[in-house]
């Protein structure tokens, strides 16, 4: 596992993050989705973060800021320091080689129309990373690191399976030898025995290539196996960020403690056995709640949470977004 992450010797980092959406504008008026509000986190070379939450949450968002696809409203997206949309303006390639990512669903982020070795060889040509005449070779190349044949070079999307055509997905995103790459649900829609194997083969490149994920899942107890920091999100903030392998004797956040008390297969860890439940739904990102944006949820919540947004700050060796993070700290459930 590596050190808690920090901005010194960080590949990509997020700083006051901020993403709000204008919905229901056609006519006037409008409403404000607040999906990011003031994310900070910082990925170190070759480990793994891994972000979690309630759907709704932000997480997807939070990917597409990261690589570029939204613009933030506010706050910075910093690439070995330097300003996101500062290289996208100016050296966009620069950025694209060194962050890339790998949707949830591989069917629908591959071109129906363009054969597996067009889809990987684009980047190869966009980057001019070698010449016309070598770029099938180097296909072929891709498709072995992630177990597939040169057979698959003139198939279609079509006639893979789903656990082919993720594979496809990784090796689009491996062909420009990224420092970076985002993960977003990358195995949800796949069965249990291919999910396994993706994850292998994600473990096996970042060994081979030193390559850094940030990892957006459901899967709570995958993410604890895979990731070196696990974040936990909820509505548009991080609420706790930490060293995974210390979950479930450090969980301090009532949220982070409820989340993962849900899972089945970490539910039945003693040290999260008492954890309280959750009970309601997520407020609305069009009216999220003042203060503390979990009071409304939290077992814990006292006069000040309803008005008073606390800060991520160190508790017991990890961050964490709670008035009560001292006092909860103490009170870790026995393993």
């Given at each position: 596992?590596?050190?808690?992450?920090?901005?010194?010797?960080?590949?990509?980092?997020?700083?006051?993050?901020?993403?709000?959406y204008?919905?229901?504008?056609?006519?006037?008026?409008?409403?404000?989705?607040?999906?990011?509000?003031?994310?900070?986190?910082?990925?170190?070379?070759?480990?793994?973060?891994?972000?979690?939450?309630?759907?709704?949450?932000?997480?997807?968002?939070?990917?597409?800021?990261?690589?570029?696809?939204?613009?933030?409203?506010?706050?910075?997206?910093?690439?070995?320091?330097?300003?996101?949309?500062?290289?996208?303006?100016?050296?966009?390639?620069?950025?694209?080689?060194?962050?890339?990512?790998?949707?949830?669903?591989?069917?629908?982020?591959?071109?129906?129309?363009?054969?597996?070795?067009?889809?990987?060889?684009?980047?190869?040509?966009?980057?001019?990373?070698?010449?016309?005449?070598?770029?099938?070779?180097?296909?072929?190349?891709?498709?072995s690191?992630?177990?597939?044949?040169?057979?698959?070079?003139?198939?279609?999307?079509?006639?893979?399976?789903?656990g082919?055509?993720?594979?496809?997905?990784?090796?689009?995103?491996?062909?420009?030898?990224?420092?970076?790459?985002?993960?977003?649900?990358?195995?949800?829609?796949?069965?249990?025995?291919?999910q396994?194997?993706?994850?292998?083969?994600?473990?096996?490149?970042?060994?081979?290539?030193?390559?850094?994920?940030?990892?957006?899942?459901?899967?709570?107890?995958?993410?604890?196996?895979?990731?070196?920091?696990?974040?936990?999100?909820?509505?548009?903030?991080i609420?706790?960020?930490?060293?995974?392998?210390?979950?479930?004797?450090?969980?301090?956040?009532?949220y982070?403690?409820a989340?993962?008390?849900?899972?089945?297969?970490?539910?039945?860890?003693?040290a999260?056995?008492?954890?309280?439940?959750?009970?309601?739904?997520?407020?609305?990102?069009?009216?999220?709640?003042?203060?503390?944006?979990?009071?409304?949820?939290?077992?814990?919540?006292?006069?000040?949470?309803?008005?008073?947004?606390?800060?991520?700050?160190?508790?017991?060796?990890?961050e964490?977004?709670?008035?009560?993070?001292?006092?909860?700290?103490?009170?870790?459930?026995a393993?």
């Amino acid at each position: 596992m590596n050190e808690q992450g920090n901005s010194r010797g960080a590949v990509l980092e997020a700083r006051n993050l901020v993403k709000e959406y204008r919905v229901g504008s056609a006519f006037g008026g409008g409403r404000t989705v607040f999906a990011l509000s003031g994310v900070d986190l910082a990925v170190k070379p070759g480990e793994t973060l891994a972000v979690v939450g309630e759907s709704g949450c932000g997480k997807s968002t939070l990917a597409r800021c990261l690589t570029g696809l939204h613009e933030p409203t506010s706050g910075h997206v910093l690439l070995d320091g330097a300003d996101a949309q500062a290289l996208l303006s100016s050296d966009a390639g620069r950025f694209r080689r060194a962050v890339q990512i790998v949707f949830q669903d591989p069917y629908a982020s591959l071109n129906p129309r363009r054969t597996i070795g067009q889809s990987i060889g684009d980047g190869l040509r966009l980057h001019k990373l070698c010449a016309r005449s070598e770029r099938r070779a180097r296909v072929g190349e891709l498709l072995s690191r992630v177990g597939l044949s040169d057979d698959h070079i003139d198939r279609y999307p079509h006639e893979l399976s789903g656990g082919q055509r993720q594979r496809v997905a990784i090796a689009r995103a491996l062909a420009v030898s990224p420092r970076l790459i985002v993960c977003d649900e990358p195995v949800s829609a796949l069965d249990v025995s291919v999910q396994a194997q993706i994850i292998n083969l994600l473990n096996d490149l970042q060994e081979q290539s030193g390559v850094a994920y940030v990892f957006i899942s459901h899967n709570l107890a995958l993410v604890r196996h895979i990731s070196d920091r696990i974040a936990v999100m909820y509505l548009g903030q991080i609420v706790e960020i930490g060293d995974a392998a210390a979950l479930g004797q450090t969980l301090v956040h009532p949220y982070s403690r409820a989340l993962f008390s849900a899972s089945p297969e970490i539910g039945r860890d003693r040290a999260l056995a008492r954890a309280k439940p959750l009970e309601g739904d997520v407020p609305s990102p069009l009216d999220p709640p003042s203060g503390c944006r979990f009071h409304t949820r939290c077992p814990f919540a006292q006069e000040r949470c309803t008005t008073e947004m606390p800060s991520l700050r160190q508790v017991a060796g990890r961050e964490v977004r709670c008035h009560r993070a001292e006092e909860m700290a103490g009170t870790q459930l026995a393993a």
